[in-house]
């Protein structure tokens, strides 16, 4: 064992007499003090489908970690739904719970001196904010992801929590009753897991496995299948090899593992908020990423899987033809992946993914071969223009023609907004403004699904553009841009907006553009004022006065 652990302290002076004696109380005896202690990080609750079965992976966990060796110590970490909080106002608290968890992993880890920790998380949040920890701490690390939901089923097509949001908007537009409205609700969720596309939680698992951060196939395995059990174990046991090899997470957070990660959040069709968490993941690990490096991966990489929402099949469908390691062999096959990053095994990623055949499989369409792509090109899109001088992002899989011209109708909530879509208001050749719901300005920059799907649950998908300072739900797609920095509430240009003004999204040009002239705009800014706080305590309020752009990953503090 190497001699540097962070909590040998304990077994060496007199004064270090209590410490043993409190440990002996959780179950220590006199040969535990010379194993390395790792912190088992449990997001655990059943205020979410995607956190209650967390419990029984955290015992495997410990068990692995004990049979390898080591002292388990569990410490809760919290979690937010933000499905069941999507559309009100506490998904404003959604963004700030990333900060929350980070910041209790790094406290805990740090205040009892482990060796390593196995962080344990299911909803969009968990991973973002165990790997931002990771990155901070820098002792050995690996993540356990509670799996994903399995499809619920209704009149022969499978459903997911998205399914349930776009009914609310064809029930508004008379396109289906009550009774299917409610038979939707009944039937979209049906056990334990993360939702079922390729929303956050599956794009943002994806992309820790694909850093070496989890154990492969880990990232799209059903949460109640018994697989997922054993790899929860397996991830014990790897982490204290992983320990005594002193493989840490910035040996794995690096330039190009984080390449790597683009890339296959491209080729997957994955969530704009991967954008906003990788960037705050960099930061965290000290490596240089910004919003042009996904302009340039996205040039190159192509959509090779037909995944929800825009697409047809749930994570459950892609890991039965190879799940991500199978999506990783065809980039790197292809010259789109760094082959020498390191994982949490110790073996590089050509190591793991040797044996991985270069095709997808036969009979499927799940995965498409290389030369026959969804879409030639990534589906997220970096806008900049005189809308969004530091940047935007659009999600345009799905978008049968990703540049529209129209007027704008300005909103100054996400409520506001849904209401008048539901009441009607809202027409082909509108391009709909939310705005003050940045990080800053909301405060914690919400998502927008309950827009979003409402806008395409009214059959406007294709006709309709949407614009926000705020955030998008993985289960976003259509003509949408968020992310939209500086924002409202710092004096950008989307606090200029007026009704009616004439606004371009253009995803071919990589444009967001006010059709105003220049003598106009300056006008409109002198006359702006800031916006009074929402908040003025509270766990809103520090978040408001510490965060960052979204430009930069909306992270609190430098």
Not at 46 to 74: H, Y
Not at 162 to 178: C, H, L, P, R, W
Not at 265 to 281: D, Y
Not at 383 to 410: D, M, Q
Request: include cysteine.
């Amino acid at each position: 064992m190497p001699e540097n652990y962070r909590s040998k302290a304990i077994t060496e002076g007199a004064q270090r007499t209590p410490n043993r004696a409190m440990l002996r109380a959780v179950g220590f005896e006199d040969s535990d003090f010379t194993k390395p202690i790792v912190g088992i990080a449990n997001g655990y609750s059943t205020i979410t489908p995607c956190n209650m079965g967390l419990n029984q992976l955290a015992e495997r966990s410990m068990a692995g970690v004990s049979e390898a060796g080591g002292m388990p110590q569990m410490f809760g970490t919290i979690t937010v739904s933000d499905g069941i909080s999507m559309g009100t106002e506490g998904m404003k608290y959604s963004l700030v719970s990333r900060e929350v968890i980070a910041d209790s992993i790094e406290t805990v880890c740090n205040a009892q001196s482990v060796d390593g920790v196995l962080a344990i998380g299911g909803c969009d949040k968990n991973m973002p904010g165990a790997a931002i920890a990771m990155a901070r701490m820098n002792i050995p690390a690996v993540f356990v992801y509670g799996g994903t939901i399995k499809p619920g089923h209704h009149d022969g097509k499978d459903l997911t929590i998205v399914s349930a949001f776009e009914a609310v908007g064809q029930y508004s537009s008379g396109q289906i009753d009550s009774s299917e409205l409610v038979a939707v609700e009944r039937n979209a969720c049906p056990g334990a897991g993360s939702c079922g596309g390729m929303f956050t939680a599956n794009t943002m698992s994806s992309a820790l496995e694909v850093m070496g951060l989890s154990l492969p196939y880990s990232s799209t395995m059903a949460a109640e299948d018994a697989e997922k059990a054993e790899s929860a174990e397996a991830s014990g046991k790897a982490l204290l090899e992983a320990i005594r090899k002193q493989i840490r997470p910035r040996d794995l957070i690096t330039r190009k593992s984080l390449e790597n990660a683009i890339s296959v959040v491209m080729a997957v069709g994955g969530s704009t908020n991967a954008v906003l968490h990788l960037l705050a993941l960099a930061q965290a690990a000290d490596v240089e990423l910004t919003l042009d490096d996904f302009i340039r991966i996205r040039d190159r990489v192509p959509v090779i899987c037909d995944l929800k929402p825009s697409g047809r099949y749930v994570i459950v469908d892609l890991h039965q033809v190879g799940g991500i390691p199978q999506v990783m062999k065809i980039l790197l096959a292809n010259g789109l992946l760094h082959s020498d990053t390191l994982t949490i095994t110790g073996q590089t990623l050509a190591e793991v993914l040797e044996g991985i055949p270069d095709t997808p499989p036969a009979d499927q369409d799940i995965i498409r071969p290389f030369d026959q792509p969804l879409y030639p090109k990534g589906h997220l899109v970096v806008l900049k223009g005189n809308l969004a001088e530091e940047g935007a992002v659009a999600k345009i899989s799905g978008v049968k023609n990703p540049a529209i011209t129209g007027t704008a109708r300005v909103f100054e909530s996400e409520e506001d907004c849904l209401q008048a879509i539901l009441n009607g208001e809202i027409k082909a050749g509108n391009i709909v403004v939310i705005r003050y719901e940045g990080p800053k300005g909301g405060p914690g920059m919400r998502e927008m699904l309950a827009p979003t799907s409402a806008i395409i649950g009214a059959g406007l998908g294709d006709s309709v553009g949407l614009i926000t300072d705020g955030r998008f739900s993985g289960g976003t797609y259509g003509m949408v841009v968020g992310h939209v920095a500086p924002e409202a509430a710092v004096g950008g240009t989307i606090a200029l907006v007026e009704e009616g003004d004439s606004i371009t999204i253009d995803a071919y040009q990589g444009l967001l553009q006010l059709n105003i002239s220049e003598p106009e705009l300056e006008k409109r800014r002198q006359n702006w004022n800031p916006p009074q706080l929402r908040y003025t305590k509270g766990v809103l309020a520090k978040y408001a006065k510490l965060v960052g752009s979204s430009s930069k990953g909306a992270v609190t503090g430098d």
